[in-house]
């Protein structure tokens, strides 16, 4: 699995390793790995993976099912930056404290119908 440094820039403008990015196998996105939980900065993952800039991601987290399997939900957005080195993600919502896993996966293309 290729992995990827998940960075933030804090208030004394140096950049801050907050955990780790893992590629999906199949390349449509990143599983992130945070340590001590989700920070208020933008994250940076420090791998755009040829995506081209300015492609839109959403952020997305999970939870058990109540009926078993996963329970996925939209918590932000994410985007390749304008030199697409890296993917920017912002949290558009607040989750709970504790929480150390994001996934980010590409937009959704609606069928087109016939």
Same mark, same amino acid.
């Given at each position: 699995?290729?992995?990827?440094?998940?960075? +933030?820039?804090? =208030?004394?403008?140096r950049?801050?390793?907050?955990? +780790?990015?893992?590629?999906?196998?199949?390349? #449509?996105?990143w599983?992130?790995?945070?340590?001590?939980?989700?920070?208020?900065?933008t994250?940076?993952?420090?791998?755009?993976? #040829?995506?081209?800039?300015?492609?839109?991601?959403?952020?997305?987290?999970?939870?058990?099912?109540?009926? #078993?399997?996963?329970?996925?939900?939209?918590?932000? =957005?994410?985007?390749?930056?304008?030199?697409?080195?890296?993917?920017?993600?912002?949290?558009?919502?607040?989750i709970?404290?504790?929480?150390?896993k994001?996934?980010?996966?590409?937009?959704?293309? =609606?069928?087109? =119908?016939?």
């Amino acid at each position: 699995m290729t992995q990827a440094a998940v960075v +933030v820039r804090d =208030r004394s403008a140096r950049w801050r390793n907050v955990g +780790v990015a893992f590629r999906h196998r199949n390349g #449509g996105g990143w599983n992130i790995q945070l340590e001590g939980g989700v920070p208020d900065e933008t994250l940076v993952i420090k791998d755009a993976n #040829g995506y081209e800039p300015g492609t839109q991601f959403r952020l997305m987290v999970t939870r058990p099912a109540v009926s #078993g399997g996963t329970d996925w939900f939209e918590v932000g =957005r994410a985007w390749v930056s304008r030199e697409g080195r890296a993917v920017l993600a912002t949290l558009d919502v607040i989750i709970p404290a504790g929480e150390t896993k994001l996934v980010v996966l590409p937009k959704r293309s =609606r069928a087109v =119908r016939a």
